[in-house]
């Protein structure tokens, strides 16, 4: 094993624990019979877990198309990055899917990896702007969340609108002071300074009615996500513990907590982490252990089977079309230590 396979290994081994941790801590006590009692209760769910899956996705290239319309990107090209993109977190360490986002398709976007950037970080606030929302909206479903998780909730909201609001309103007005802060701090800080200003250039281009359709859309994005896994618990036919029916609110609570629970560093594809934050979020509504965290399980190994194979088959489709044989990993080599 060369020098650099070592290495490769142990950037990825602390993401492997930590997910073996999380699988072991959310399957501790688990009862094959649970496994043994899944059945196709409703099967014309899968319509609803077909159309949610399908709408999200779609959902989520057409609000970034619509951020990067101003780079003159096209919707159908903007679809193959992005769940390409998703695909390759699904496999590869270290988010590589963001980066070769960035990076890597920046060509075929016709925008810099600079632009990109900004439109992957303003992509990320309306994400968790949304979520907060589900969990706002729900915090008194099922058992209800814990009081302190609730404060730290609403805090959240506030935060992460109220910076919203900030930016979209007074991208242009903010350049000023900032340029004015980091005058005043070390030279090393500028990188970041200059990241803050491209983000609200791009925001500034966007303009204030975007911005509030693009907030809209990543509402129905989660919602749709909320009917995938609605869908999914219909399908099998999940109960709670004394055998009664789930309130609206579990679908909802569980998509956001379970993607919240990609910001925990873990494998690819947030394994561990995601069944684990999905089990905690049935139990609040009464579904048993073992039954939750088997659900975390098989919605997660729909998401990633869909996500990676659409993705997979995208990426190879694209690269026969333009005739490149260079292999993926010796692609990710040639991306840039630092954006230019």
Known sequence: MTRENRMSLLKTLPGLLI?????WWTFRGFRLATLESIRLVA??????????????????SYRWWIMMRSAGSRLRTCFRVLITSLAANNILPLRIGDVMRIFTYAPDLNAS??????????????????????????????RGLPPKTRV?????????????????????????PIQALFAKLPAKLGKIEHWLLLALDAIRQIGILRMVWLLCLSMVIWLSESVL???????????????????????????????????????????????????NALKLHRVSSSSAGLFGLLIHLWLLVSIT????????????????????????????????
């Not at 309130?247 to 629970?261: E, I, K, S, Y």
């Open 43 to 60: 099967p014309v769910w899968i319509v609803g877990l077909l159309a949610g899956t399908c709408a999200s996705y779609w959902l989520r």
């Open 309 to 340: 194979g659409v993705g997979g088959a995208m990426f190879l489709v694209h690269r026969l079309h333009r005739a490149r044989r260079e292999p993926l990993l010796k692609e990710i080599e040639t991306l840039p230590a630092k954006l230019p």
């Open 152 to 176: 730290l909730v609403k805090t959240l909201l506030v935060l992460s609108g109220g910076g919203l609001m900030v930016m979209v309103i007074g991208a242009r007005a903010l350049v000023k």
């Open 229 to 279: 896994y609605l869908s999914a618990m219909r399908m099998i036919g999940l109960q709670t513990a004394a055998g009664a029916p789930l309130d609206w609110g579990a679908p909802m609570q569980t998509v956001a907590l379970a993607n919240f629970a990609f910001l925990v560093p873990s494998a690819p594809g947030g394994i561990g982490p995601f069944e684990w934050a999905c089990q």
């Open 19 to 23: 997910s073996a941790f999380f699988l």
């Open 113 to 142: 990896p600079s632009v990109i950037l900004s439109t992957v970080i303003l992509e990320k606030l309306f994400d968790i702007f949304a979520l907060v929302v589900l969990l706002v909206v729900t915090v008194h479903t099922g």
